[in-house]
């Protein structure tokens, strides 16, 4: 009887804490190991520039597989997307000469440069190029390739500009001189503001600013001053009129015949270079027959010298202490309408 009576109380107890196993369980806090988050690779200074010179050596080898492009890396080469391997991944054939220009900011994660470079059987080019990094992959890469540089009647005049990058382009600007990132964005931008705007006050011109495009001196008072290729001779003897300065020729309205600039995209800023790196597309409708000039004495206007085209352009402006002191441009012409790539 005994040993009945102590089966039941063990088959009874054990039932009990079958049924609180199995019942309604009280809330209880479970400690989860979260997964430790993947390191972030950010790239100093010196590092973007290396990868930059990478990438250009990559190029010239015709090999992506030696940088670290992202999978879903965007390849644009003069306004065109198109896939990693192909443009001047194909046509590269040396370079760059000792024409090389370099800007990284280790906040954006991008890098600029501007170089001259060889193509196909060694004709001269001008390259401006970007890359964004994303914890150490390219995810963007833009090309801007300027060719024909011997083609225009100041071609060759333009090249002995394009052997060497002006000094201040490559020097570091000193601790009291720098200007802060955020304000070297807005300098860059103000440049696009002051053309369209026709008065060179909109942006912080130094007085003896000196402009250059695709090697031809355009603005400033170091240099004989080029015309535009082709320009009638009424022209040209009127731009002798105009003032040299930067600031005093915008100002001008000489540059009316721009009717806009759009996809304006200042995305490095070099602080210890003093060097911010604009991207943008000029639009021209060409409706203009004559452009109005201002405050040139003697001078009223001059003929328009262009029809309707886009132009694609890189500019790298040197900043000291607020303000623009060197402008190395780069662009070339497209039929009028199509988009950057970057819209």
């Known amino acids: 009887m005994r040993s009945k009576l102590l ?15 199995c019942g309604p ?9 979260k997964p430790e988050p993947l390191p972030t690779i950010t790239l100093a200074r010196h590092e973007l520039v290396d990868l930059m010179k990478r990438y250009l050596d990559a190029l010239v080898k015709h090999d992506p597989s030696a940088v670290p492009f992202a999978e879903n890396v965007k390849f644009v080469e003069n306004t065109a997307n198109i896939p990693v391997g192909d443009g001047l991944w194909v046509t590269a054939a040396g370079g760059p000469s000792e024409f090389q220009i370099y800007a990284a900011d280790p906040v954006a994660q991008q890098v600029a440069c501007m170089v001259m470079m060889k193509e196909n059987r060694g004709a001269d080019i001008l390259l401006g190029a970007r890359l964004k990094v994303v914890n150490g992959k390219i995810t963007e890469a833009e090309h801007l390739v300027i060719r024909d540089l011997t083609s225009s009647p100041i071609g060759k005049d333009a090249l002995k500009n394009l052997q060497k990058p002006r000094p201040a382009l490559l020097e570091d600007v000193s601790e009291e001189d720098r200007t802060s990132r955020d304000e070297m964005i807005k300098i860059g931008l103000s440049y696009y503001e002051a053309l369209t705007g026709e008065d060179g006050k909109l942006a912080p011109f130094a007085d003896d600013c000196e402009r250059r495009e695709n090697g031809m001196t355009t603005a400033g008072t170091r240099e004989k001053i080029g015309a535009p290729p082709g320009s009638d ?70 003929p328009a010298q262009f029809g309707a085209f886009n132009l694609p352009a890189m500019h790298i402006f040197k900043i000291r202490n607020g303000k623009i002191y060197e402008i190395e441009a780069i662009g070339f012409t497209l039929p009028y309408g199509l988009p950057s790539g970057w819209d």
């Open 233 to 302: 001779p009424a022209t040209q003897k009127a731009m002798m009129a105009f003032p040299r300065t930067c600031e005093g020729q915008i100002s001008t309205g000489t540059f009316a015949y721009i009717t806009d600039i759009k996809s304006r995209r200042v995305l490095v800023a070099d602080e210890q270079k003093g060097l911010a790196v604009g991207f943008s597309m000029f639009w021209h409708r060409g409706a203009e027959k004559e452009i109005p000039i201002k405050n040139v004495s003697g001078v009223t206007s001059v």
């Open 25 to 33: 369980q009280t809330k209880q806090e479970t400690v989860q190991t």
């Open 7 to 21: 089966v039941i109380i063990f088959s009874a107890t054990a039932g009990m804490v079958l049924l609180i196993a």
